[in-house]
């Protein structure tokens, strides 16, 4: 089927992607690319020698290292960055790590306007988009500003090679949700419903490989890819249920950010299947197969169980008393989504997966 609509508006940004075993070796020609010479290595604390081993790699070109980016970027971390960029006389950012240390960057960027180069390690997809989520007092917050879109992405698939299966999944569930919210997204076009199907395929092609050898660097490769693609797609249209709940959960209640998506995303698809079942149904064939009557839903909760995925928000650490409160921040202020929102549904929806169970439509529109 096509994805041809007949009005719609789409924006391609100058990003320069290069894919490559062994491409990370090229940062400091990307640096010089760039017209800088004082480049600030980011990472996590767990990164960190990673970060220096890339900082040997750069030489002279590299001016310091800052290892303390932390996850859902609090805004305190964000400033002391920036004061140690300063300090160093920083001209550009080189990120090296998962959604985390991206998300610091950014962070950095926005306020400074420093260029970056992000050498992901995990398949959060964050690095291909323009939005920067943030957390302060307890609350995590979105925006999306041209300052914070990174101008280089260098996709190595050997530093993926040795990332645990464990993380592997839940950071792929974590892209893939970018692309099934895309499906439905009230701006969505042509161009980004395709790489979000395209991108939604090469995770379902590349992962049962991966699972079977985690070293293969050409499913590592093909993984790479599709967290590109769906990453790409969150940066040219809107979310809805899935990352509010997401975001919601992380910030507010300290849940880590790729278990969260991975927990969440079939109850959110499948809450939302029955108001749009035409745009949701390459999410029930890539993941349920070509002939499956299963609801997108049921397609994605199957699919992460196969991958030995959590399933639930309990063994992420959230306790069943803050759902009442989880389910009132989620719906405190109003927002779009295919399917009407309501208190009442979005507290089922996190009963279901606090315990488990296989993804309800409560989000259906009645016939």
Not at 133 to 148: C, F, I, P, W
Request: with cysteine; net charge negative.
């Amino acid at each position: 089927m096509s994805f041809f609509q007949p009005q719609f508006v789409t924006e391609t940004a100058a990003v320069r992607v290069r894919f490559g075993p062994g491409v990370r070796h090229e940062v400091a020609e990307e640096i010089r690319r760039l017209g800088a010479r004082r480049a600030l290595v980011l990472s996590t604390p767990h990164q960190s020698s990673s970060a220096l081993a890339l900082a040997e790699d750069v030489g002279p070109l590299a001016t310091g290292i800052f290892s303390s980016a932390a996850m859902h970027t609090p805004v305190e971390v964000t400033e002391k960055a920036v004061a140690h960029a300063r300090e160093v006389g920083a001209d550009c950012l080189v990120a090296i790590g998962g959604g985390s240390t991206t998300g610091l960057g950014k962070a950095i960027a926005y306020r400074t306007d420093l260029p970056q180069i992000v050498v992901p390690t995990t398949y959060a997809g964050s690095e291909a988009t323009p939005i920067l989520g943030q957390t302060e007092n307890a609350r995590k917050t979105t925006l999306s500003d041209a300052r914070v879109r990174p101008e280089v992405i260098l996709y190595d698939a050997e530093l993926v090679a040795s990332l645990p299966v464990s993380m592997t999944v839940t950071s792929a569930l974590n892209a893939i949700a970018h692309a099934a919210e895309g499906l439905y997204a009230k701006d969505r076009n042509p161009l980004s419903s395709v790489m979000a199907v395209e991108g939604m395929r090469a995770f379902a092609s590349a992962l049962p490989r991966v699972m079977a050898a985690p070293e293969d660097l050409d499913a590592r490769g093909e993984t790479l890819y599709g967290a590109w693609l769906c990453g790409t797609v969150l940066g040219q249209v809107g979310m809805a249920l899935h990352h509010k709940l997401c975001h919601t959960l992380g910030g507010s209640f300290g849940l880590s950010h790729a278990e969260t998506h991975a927990v969440i995303l079939p109850h959110a698809i499948g809450f939302n299947a029955g108001a749009v079942p035409d745009l949701l149904a390459p999410v029930a064939e890539i993941f349920g197969g070509p002939n499956s009557a299963t609801d997108p839903g049921a397609a994605l909760h199957a699919f992460a169980g196969s991958l030995n995925a959590p399933l639930t928000l309990a063994e992420l650490g959230m306790a069943e008393a803050d759902l009442d409160r989880a389910a009132d921040i989620a719906t405190q202020n109003a927002y779009w989504n295919p399917a009407p929102l309501d208190r009442d549904g979005i507290r089922r929806l996190l009963d279901d997966a606090f315990h488990g169970r296989a993804p309800s439509t409560s989000g259906r529109v009645p016939g």
